[in-house]
């Protein structure tokens, strides 16, 4: 059944945990599933979605999302994409190509990025999508719900004007909360 649904959160929210989850579904109930991740996601390796809960699924890494298009074939029906955010804008064609087709597509990202900017093409996609499920993290600080990815450098907040990819896990990114959440500066929404 073509669909499109966006898993969205802060980093530690379970976005991969979830889209491996979605797959796995799939797999039970007979269907042919396809997953990807950018090929910078090579936090553990290459050839799998890696959750930060252990869980996996095998995954082909690539940087250019057109690329995408030359391993589906007529008998996949669900296409899960991981790290979604990381790839440029064309993967909102692929993506629409893939709807056209009749595939099921389950993208997985984060919704914003470290300064508090919605990230990539992650916008578009939650517009597009006929599902969002926006998942919440803990707070490292407070404990309550984090919508929030805190980038640390040195054990203190980056700067808004830091580079904006920066590849890692919980040696330099925590999950804050609205409240616990630092920058230096805010994005000026009226200017873009």
Same mark, same amino acid.
């Given at each position: ?6 898993? *969205? $959160?802060?980093? #530690?929210? /379970? ?5 491996? @989850? ?15 991740? !950018? ?8 050839? !799998?979605?890696?959750? !930060?809960? $252990? ?24 296409? $899960? ?14 993506? =629409?190509? =893939? =709807?056209?087709? /009749?595939? @099921?597509?389950?993208?997985? $990202?984060?919704?914003?990025? #470290?300064? %508090?900017?919605?990230? %990539? ?20 600080? *407070? /404990?309550?719900?984090? !919508? ?6 040195? %054990?203190?907040?980056?700067? #808004? ?6 590849? %890692?896990?919980?040696? *330099?990114?925590?999950? @804050?909360? @609205?409240? *616990? ?12």
């Amino acid at each position: 059944m073509k669909r499109l649904e966006v898993v *969205c $959160g802060s980093m #530690f929210s /379970g976005k991969s945990e979830e889209l491996i @989850r979605r797959l796995r579904r799939a797999e039970i109930a007979k269907q042919n599933i396809l997953a990807f991740k !950018h090929s910078w996601d090579m936090r553990k390796n290459s050839d !799998h979605i890696d959750a !930060h809960s $252990g869980d996996k699924i095998k995954a082909i890494a690539l940087e250019n999302p057109l690329d995408i298009m030359n391993f589906i074939y007529p008998e996949v029906q669900v296409v $899960g994409i991981d790290e979604v955010q990381f790839f440029s804008q064309s993967i909102v064609t692929v993506v =629409l190509n =893939l =709807l056209d087709q /009749g595939k @099921r597509v389950i993208v997985a $990202g984060l919704d914003l990025d #470290f300064r %508090g900017v919605p990230f %990539g093409s992650m916008p578009i996609l939650m517009s597009l999508a006929d599902n969002v499920t926006k998942l919440a993290a803990v707070c490292m600080n *407070c /404990g309550n719900d984090a !919508h929030f990815t805190q980038r640390l450098v040195n %054990g203190k907040p980056a700067k #808004f004007n830091d580079p904006l990819i920066l590849i %890692g896990a919980q040696e *330099c990114y925590q999950a @804050r909360c @609205r409240e *616990c959440y630092v920058i230096d500066q805010r994005m000026k929404f009226d200017q873009i």
